[in-house]
């Protein structure tokens, strides 16, 4: 079942080119950063990316580790990251995607006169040849 909320533990690595970011529980989730400000907001990027993947493939979300399990190194650092999924469904499901497609030139040529915005044309054709009222 989906959840609207996540909170995974998040080890930073500290290293003189920069901070690395790994989840103890989520093989493949990883970032990297400057500063401890842009490790946060990589952090909760990438990790809202990797469940909202494992949310679509239908995996079984792993049960956070407590923090007072993970074994640190002296240059690390745990830190608990939370990510809110509506947020972030709805920015993947509406994030534009670029098609190559075909027309007449003539079309090409009429639209181009009439100042047609052709990514509009083609989401509302799109819309009404799938019966789609409002907005998604």
Known sequence: ????????????????????ISFPDLPGCFSCADSDEEAIYM????LGLHLYGMEEDGDDMPVPTSINKISLESN???????????TVRQAVENF????????????NKLAIENNINFSQALQTALKEQLGI????
């Open 1 to 20: 079942m989906k959840k609207d909320r996540y909170i995974f533990p998040a080890v930073f690595d500290y290293d003189d080119d920069g901070i690395s």
């Open 43 to 46: 952090a909760k990027e990438a």
């Open 76 to 86: 690390q650092a745990v830190v608990l990251v939370e990510v809110l999924m509506p």
């Open 96 to 107: 534009s995607v670029k098609k190559t497609l075909s027309i007449p030139q003539w079309l």
């Open 133 to 136: 009222r409002e907005r998604h």
